[in-house]
């Protein structure tokens, strides 16, 4: 039982923290102003680990490489301390971790994409005037609108981000077979 409960814990937490990151990463590439309220939130719990790579890596081609290496680097620490939890030599696995872990971290970005999306859906219907809204929209525009453009009009039936929930689920299955079933993550 303590060898579930434990890797469930470390990957709610790291899963967690490895999507805030990316979703910085989102958030600046969406050109999402930084006074909003999620934006503030993200900013702050992740400056801690992105300030510092950022010195040392800077921001070339408009990328910022600091958030990226952070969700890497987060994914690689989760992996090593899932191994530990097993009772594995997290260094035994290295060449094919450092794989494992760039893997992961575009699984995490994959559901990133699909919890906000959803979490679009259900606040349109629930209260569509609600302050996080225009964060929401700005951020899953990018994907929905070229859906939109091939999908036919429904009669004001938006079935576009169930395209996109069909399309980050084929991508999280063809990831799966990238090689995290092996550790069983």
């Known amino acids: 039982m303590f060898g579930d409960i434990v890797p469930f814990l470390l990957n709610t937490l790291f899963t967690l923290y490895g999507a805030v990151l ?3 990463l989102w958030l600046q590439f969406a050109r ?3 006074h909003n309220p999620i934006s503030r ?3 702050q719990v992740t400056d801690w680990i992105v ?3 950022r010195r040392l890596l800077g921001g070339r081609g408009g990328v910022d490489w600091a ?7 987060t994914a690689l620490v989760f992996l090593m301390a899932v191994m530990l939890v097993r009772g594995f030599n997290p260094l035994a696995i290295m060449p094919q971790g450092l794989w494992i872990a760039l ?12 919890w906000v999306t959803l979490l679009m859906v259900i606040l349109s ?7 996080a809204m225009p964060v929401l929209q700005g951020l899953t525009a990018p994907l929905l609108d070229p859906i939109r453009r091939v999908l036919p009009s429904m009669g004001g039936l938006d079935l576009s981000p169930l395209v996109l929930f069909l ?15 092996i550790f069983g993550l």
């Open 167 to 181: 399309l980050t689920q084929v991508a999280l299955m063809m990831l799966s077979r990238l090689g995290l079933p």
């Open 51 to 53: 300030i510092p790579l």
């Open 103 to 114: 893997v992961m971290m575009l699984k995490w970005g994959i559901n990133l994409m699909m």
């Open 41 to 43: 939130t993200v900013f």
């Open 67 to 73: 958030c990226l290496v952070a969700a890497w680097l």
């Open 125 to 131: 219907w629930v209260n569509p005037s609600a302050p």
């Open 32 to 34: 999402m102003p930084a």
């Open 22 to 24: 990316l979703l910085r």
